[in-house]
């Protein structure tokens, strides 16, 4: 459904697009108006009432679609309140933190961690094997 208005609504977009460049502007623009004319179907004042009829009528189709997109994707949307929410990362509020030590900052004691962790425990010296 909501795809078939989206589809709906570029359409309305393009021709109101193209409808809006016709229209003459006091500037010439590209407009088609032009010079001559009796009173034929395809006048200067014909044209002109046919065109601003014709974005009046994209107009309002394109405020109807967008009004319609915009409704169908806040259907679904429940309200949530920002300040019920507890954030998950968050264990225990306000915990204290460990003093970083005076020998460096924090990366050069996680290095040091590192390093101790990485150290095999010392074992009890072997005998010497014969071959």
Known sequence: MQTVIIVLHLMIVATLIVAVLL???????????GGGGGGGFMSSRGTANL???TTAIL????????LTLSWL??????????????????????????????????????KKQDQQESQPAPAAPEPPRSQ
């Open 73 to 110: 994707a806040s259907y679904d949307r429940k309200p949530a309140s920002v300040i019920n929410q507890v954030p998950a990362s968050q264990t225990q509020p306000g915990a204290p933190v460990a003093p970083v030590s005076e020998g460096g900052g924090l990366l050069d004691t996680l």
């Open 51 to 53: 065109l601003t009829r």
């Open 23 to 33: 229209q003459k502007s006091e500037g010439g623009g590209l407009g088609i108006g």
């Open 59 to 66: 107009a309002a189709g394109f405020f109807i679609t967008s």
